[in-house]
């Protein structure tokens, strides 16, 4: 039985770096993959995620509309502009670092916004859904006008 050479790795050394090389390069694909974008475009997509999930939410609550078309239309938007998911948005823009701690709070925040309100009604009154809305559209806009 040959003796084992010292200067070289062990197999388990071995397939300890060839991992680490491995991660390394998978995360370098990641990061390539991913869009440059600046401040000021990461503050477009944080604040259209956010008022896409209000209008989604209200339109749940206070109108039995559970399609959550204004979030699966601003998905499709980033798709095919920037190669991202509202998900990622959350994930790599929010300040959770997460899309469920993201989405958590996003309810939590509105359903306390929607309370003080006074409940659907009061929200309706003083034009919430319509101000969600015109934003929207004018942060759709702007998405759709990035390069």
Known sequence: MAEADPKRPGPRLTWVL?????TALLIGAW????????????????????????????????????????ID????????????????VQDDLFPEGSYRRAQERLQRDFFNELKEAGGCK?????????????RYD??????????
């Open 31 to 70: 990061a390539s993959a991913r869009p440059y974008l600046d401040e000021e475009t990461e503050q477009l997509l944080v604040q259209a995620v956010e008022t896409a999930a209000r209008l989604d939410l209200y339109g749940s609550r206070c109108r039995s509309d559970v399609s959550g078309r204004h």
């Open 122 to 134: 009061g929200a309706k009154a003083a034009g919430l859904p319509k101000q969600l809305k015109s």
């Open 18 to 22: 060839a991992g680490v090389v491995a």
């Open 73 to 88: 239309n601003l998905n499709k938007e980033l798709v095919g502009k920037l190669r991202m998911t509202v998900i990622d």
């Open 138 to 147: 004018g942060l759709m806009q702007e998405i759709d006008a990035l390069p």
